[in-house]
């Protein structure tokens, strides 16, 4: 059983930064494909980075503003957000990923799900 457990998020202004942690077990170790997504009312969740052994991914919208990383001895993936816009504002959740059989951004990859962290961003 995988869990994960985000926290980091909160209500800055625009232009200000954040670092978002998931703490997590299992698959984390083992080093499985991880993905940070976020959600906001009346929207599809979108993924807004992603993290293999080596290599990341980035949505167009936050790329040159966000980073991920990942630290194997505290079985935790980061987001660091800088330049924060008000339409980052969204529930940020990390997720690991189960199948491999479509596109690291496609959300139905991702079987192991946190409760997210809340980021709101004010102009």
């Known amino acids: 059983q995988v869990r994960l457990v985000e926290s980091g998020g909160g209500s800055v202004q625009a232009g200000g930064s954040l670092r978002l942690s998931c703490v997590g077990s299992g698959r984390i170790l083992s080093g499985y494909d991880m993905g940070w997504f976020r959600q906001s009312p009346g929207k599809e969740r979108e993924l807004v980075a992603a993290?293999?052994?080596?290599?990341?991914w980035y949505g167009n919208s936050v790329k040159g503003r966000f980073t991920i990383s990942r630290d194997y001895s505290k079985s935790t993936i980061y987001l660091q957000m800088n330049d924060l816009r008000p339409e980052d504002t969204a529930l940020y959740l990390c997720?690991?990923?189960?199948?491999?059989?479509?596109?690291?951004?496609?959300?139905?990859?991702?079987?192991?799900w946190g409760q997210g962290t809340q980021v709101t961003v004010s102009s």
């Open positions: 997720a690991c990923r189960t199948s491999y059989q479509d596109s690291r951004f496609n959300p139905s990859e991702y079987g192991d």
């Open positions: 993290i293999d052994n080596s290599r990341t």
